[in-house]
Each structure stands twice: as structure tokens, then as C-alpha cells.
């Protein structure tokens, strides 16, 4: 069984990553006097309703409760948190039992500040089923909900007790959602450099086709390796050295806002990355075949991605006045100028301070760059 170990000791932080289909013999072997505890499954609606057979047999297996939430972001909320908060209350769960979260999108974010609050914590497990949770949550301790309309304002820092990654699970993604969350690989692979940049765009073809196995394993073993090696660094993202993940994130987020969140976060990545390289191509940082390489790529992944005729309007007729408001609200940044990670070139990444008239170049230029971007 392949497996990763997370041991920062300044964090005072310590789990496995396991690579396993079976839940219970997972929890089985790592949790000891298991019989002894109570278990709260905590599913993802659509989650269930592809795996409900399994995942009943599972909560039979250890005798625990479920509860199924909606993981739109909208749910993303601490009304939510609450829900979960009264379920444990309600089964009189104590610290040492545990809470399982079975999970595709933002119910981690909900489950994991649930149990960071409950009681001030509880043991939780995390078992990822889409590509990004898998590569990028399982090495992720920053929980939260969306608070006034903006993502993740109010949240904690905690880790969980085991995280359980079954591939299997993603046999049963759209091809849309492989697609989106791919650009989280890209990110980590830019970051590694050019080499694993290389393999990345190899396993492409066999990822979308939906050819699981040892390869695609391995290359997410690969990506929990290089944000485990960025974040134990930087446990609770006190220095600058933990932000160069968010790279392909800020001017995503806000795009992500400003569409009401109706384009999914994976899509606004790849968008993010195009316009990031944009501007520190314009600064006269990032070598011009470096950035025409990676933009080429990225328009080739997100030419197979239709964006709904719901989002259409929005994405026609961008207001720079109104995505430049979120991107102020992002959390890192400071004397009204906006905290960008920028790429020098493949596993080159900095931290820039970027003044409003620059963003505003670059933002014309980007909607000129994307203009073919698909509308159903």
C-alpha cells in the first residue's frame, strides 16, 4: 500500500496518507480500539448517490451515522458547519470518536471547521474523490466557509487524522471535472519544473480517457509530495514561503466571485494562470518561450471545456472595476496593492505587489487572449 507520512513537528502535526479502497480495513489497521469509537459519515450528495452501496456497507461495518449535505458552494456557509456541529451533539461524540468526511468539492471545507470547532476538535479522516481534493486537500489544513459573498473569509487551521485515497472514485468524474481540477497538477508541475512540467502534459490523453492506474497514481503521489514540501515550511502561512500555492489563485478567486461562482473553481485556475503569466510578461520576467509554451497548453485543455450559456453574459462583457474589488479583498494583500505569486520560469516563483494600472493593461489583454473560450 502506497503511502505517504506527514510529520511537521513545529505544527505539532503528524497523519498518514494511504492509498486504499477499503475504508474499514484502513481504519481497521491505523485506528486503535476502533470498535470502541463512534463514526460520523459526512458524504457529499453526489458522492452518495454514485457510491451509496458501498458506502452503506461501509457505515455498517463500523456502526456509524451519516449525513449527506449538498456541496454547492452556496452550502458553503456556516449554517452548515451548525448542521454537522448538532449531528455530533445530537450521537453525544466526544474528541476521541471520529468523523469521517467522504467528499468531492467544498464539504472538506465544511466538515473540517466543524470538527475544529467541536468541542475545540475531533478526530477526523478525510477520503478525497475528485482529482483536485486528492492532489491539493489532502495536504491542506485551512478550513473555512464563504462569509458576505467573499470565499473563505471566516475559517481555522486544522489537519486531519488520516486521509484515505481511493483512485477509484474518479472513474465516475464528467470529463468536464477532470479537466478543471488538471490545472491544479499544472500548477504543482510548473512548480517542480520543467521535467515533471513535461510529464504532467504526457499523462493528459490517458487521464481524460479516464486510463487509471499505477501512472496516474504515482504522478498524485507526486503532487501531494510537492505541496507537502511548500507547506511544512510554512505550516500556518506566516511567511511568504507557503504562498507561492497560490499561484493561479488570486485573480481565480475573484474571477470565481465575480461569476457567482457558477464556473468552477479548477476552470478559474487555468484562466488565473494565463493571466498571471500575462502580466509578468509585461514586468519582463518571465521568459517570452516560457510563457507562449505554458498559455499553449492551457488554451488547448480549456478548448475542451464549454462554459454553460448561464455563465455567458457574465463572461462576455467582464467588469475589470468589479473583479478588481475582490481581488483588493484577498487576504494577503496590504497598502491597497494586490499580493500576486508570479513565475519567473519553470519552478522560479515570487511574491510582486501590483499597483491597479498594471492590472488593468494586463486585464485587456487577457480578454483579448480568451476570447475563444467555448460557450455552450
Known amino acids: 500500500m502506497n503511502q505517504i507520512n506527514v510529520d511537521i513537528k513545529q505544527a505539532n502535526i503528524k497523519y498518514k496518507i494511504l492509498f486504499s479502497n477499503d475504508i ?15 463514526f460520523l459519515f459526512v458524504v457529499d450528495y453526489n458522492v452518495y448517490d454514485l457510491y451509496k452501496e458501498k458506502i452503506s456497507y461501509e ?13 454547492w458552494e452556496r452550502n458553503k456557509t456556516i449554517k452548515t458547519v451548525f448542521k454537522i456541529i448538532d449531528k455530533l451533539m445530537e450521537s453525544w461524540f466526544t474528541r476521541k470518536d471520529y ?11 465544511i466538515t473540517a471547521f466543524a470538527c475544529s470547532l467541536f468541542k475545540r476538535w475531533i478526530n477526523f479522516v478525510q477520503v478525497p474523490t475528485t482529482l483536485l481534493s486528492m492532489c491539493d486537500s489532502s495536504v491542506w489544513w485551512k478550513t473555512g466557509v464563504d462569509y458576505m459573498s467573499v470565499k473563505n473569509w471566516v475559517g481555522t487551521f486544522y489537519n486531519p487524522s488520516m486521509v484515505l485515497v481511493d483512485i477509484n472514485y474518479l472513474k465516475t468524474l464528467p470529463k468536464r471535472e477532470l479537466l478543471s481540477w488538471y490545472f491544479e497538477w499544472i ?27 499505477k501512472e496516474i497514481e504515482k504522478v498524485i503521489s507526486k503532487n ?3 505541496k507537502l514540501l511548500v507547506v511544512k515550511s510554512d505550516p500556518t502561512e506566516t511567511i511568504w514561503k507557503r504562498r507561492v500555492l497560490n499561484y493561479g489563485h488570486t485573480f481565480g478567486h475573484a474571477l470565481e466571485t465575480y461569476l457567482k461562482f457558477k464556473l468552477w473553481h479548477g476552470i478559474c485556475v487555468g484562466f488565473w494562470i494565463i493571466y498571471a503569466n500575462l502580466l509578468w510578461e ?20 480549456l478548448a475542451n471545456i464549454k462554459i454553460d450559456s448561464e455563465t455567458s453574459s457574465e463572461w462576455q462583457c467582464l467588469d475589470f472595476e468589479e473583479i478588481y474589488r475582490y481581488m483588493k479583498n484577498d487576504k494577503k494583500n496590504e497598502n491597497q496593492l494586490v499580493n500576486f505569486i508570479l513565475l519567473k520560469d519553470f519552478w522560479e516563483v515570487f511574491e510582486y505587489k501590483v499597483d491597479k ?6 486585464f485587456e489583454k487577457f480578454c483579448d487572449v480568451v476570447s475563444w473560450a467555448n460557450i455552450e
Open 59 to 71: 457505515c455498517k461495518l463500523l456502526n456509524a451515522d451519516f449525513l449527506v449535505l449538498s456541496s
Open 99 to 109: 468523523v469521517i468526511s467522504i467528499w468531492g468539492w467544498v464539504t472538506w471545507d
Open 24 to 38: 474499514f480495513s484502513s481504519i481497521k489497521e491505523n485506528i486503535k480500539d476502533y470498535e470502541k469509537k463512534k
Open 357 to 362: 494600472k498594471e492590472l488593468k493593461e494586463v
Open 187 to 213: 500548477k504543482h508541475a510548473i512548480m517542480l519544473g520543467k521535467k515533471d512540467y513535461l510529464e504532467y502534459v504526457e499523462i493528459y490523453d490517458k487521464l481524460i480517457n479516464k486510463k487509471f492506474g
Open 224 to 226: 501531494i509530495k510537492c
Open 282 to 301: 509585461k514586468l519582463w520576467f518571465l521568459k517570452k518561450e516560457s510563457y507562449k509554451e505554458i498559455e499553449k497548453f492551457i488554451k488547448s485543455v
